[in-house]
Nanobody, 120 residues
Framework: QVQLVESGGGLVQPGGSLRLSCAAS????????MGWYRQAPGEQRELVAE??????TNYADSVKGRFTISRDNAKNTVLRMNSLKPEDTAVYYC???????????????WGQGTQVTVSS
């Protein structure tokens, strides 16, 4: 059983900062990439940032220069969010692309989501 557990969401004023963490656990051979997605009410889920096992990163245009994704270790990822705007309000989901065993196929896993609200 693979689990992704997010933490760090909450309420912050515009211009403030938050740090989201995601920890993967369970039977995992290797994680090839981790990322953060978000979904606002009535909107589709969208990519926020992603990072490969080699450290390459990709960001949505809307968060470039404000958000930073990193991997603390092979199974954890952190999203540092600065200069937050009301339009960043959404449920943020952690994602991992991984293999459970050396012979298994790549699989996609999701966390349960954490609410980020930016409001004065």
């Amino acid at each position: 059983q693979v689990q992704l557990v997010e933490s760090g969401g909450g309420l912050v004023q515009p211009g403030g900062s938050l740090r989201l963490s995601c920890a993967a656990s369970g039977i995992i051979f290797s994680i090839y990439g981790m990322g953060w997605y978000r979904q606002a009410p009535g909107e589709q889920r969208e990519l926020v940032a992603e990072i490969t096992s080699g450290g390459a990163t990709n960001y949505a245009d809307s968060v470039k220069g404000r958000f930073t994704i990193s991997r603390d270790n092979a199974k954890n990822t952190v999203l540092r969010m600065n200069s937050l705007k009301p339009e960043d309000t959404a449920v943020y989901y952690c994602n991992a692309v991984l293999k459970k065993t050396i012979t298994s196929s790549l699989q996609n896993y999701w966390g349960q989501g954490t609410q980020v609200t930016v409001s004065s």
